[in-house]
């Protein structure tokens, strides 16, 4: 079978929650659209996630993870703050390791 090919995400700020107009992941190099996120106002201080299950950005999907697992994404959001109308966040990979062992003192 083919493996599942989806993404996900959440951007936690409190300051952004129902302020964010716009979302979209771009390349870092050129500012190339990869995907638009669809604006899903969070709750508590989550400001916005989804999903997308399977994967339609504007790339194949192995380019996009390719990209991503190289750190050269940019998380574009266009805001209704006046301080902060558009912002670029370099995205950064995160490695889960489930909790294999105790640590006792």
């Given amino acids: 079978a ?9 951007l936690e700020s409190e300051s952004f929650r129902a302020r964010v107009e716009s979302a979209a992941l771009v390349t870092r190099s050129t500012g190339e659209l990869l995907m638009r996120l669809p604006i899903s106002p969070g709750f508590g201080d989550i400001a916005l996630h989804g999903s997308a299950e399977p994967y339609a950005g504007e790339v194949p999907f ?10 050269r994404i940019s998380l574009v959001l ?3 703050l006046p301080d902060v109308l558009r912002l ?12 294999s ?3 006792c003192s």
């Fill in 2 to 10: 083919a493996p599942r090919r989806t993404l996900s995400w959440f």
């Fill in 62 to 71: 192995d380019r996009f993870f390719d990209l991503a697992r190289s750190e």
């Fill in 78 to 80: 266009e805001t209704t």
């Fill in 88 to 99: 670029d966040l370099p995205f950064t990979l995160y490695r889960y390791k489930p909790w």
């Fill in 101 to 103: 062992q105790p640590f």
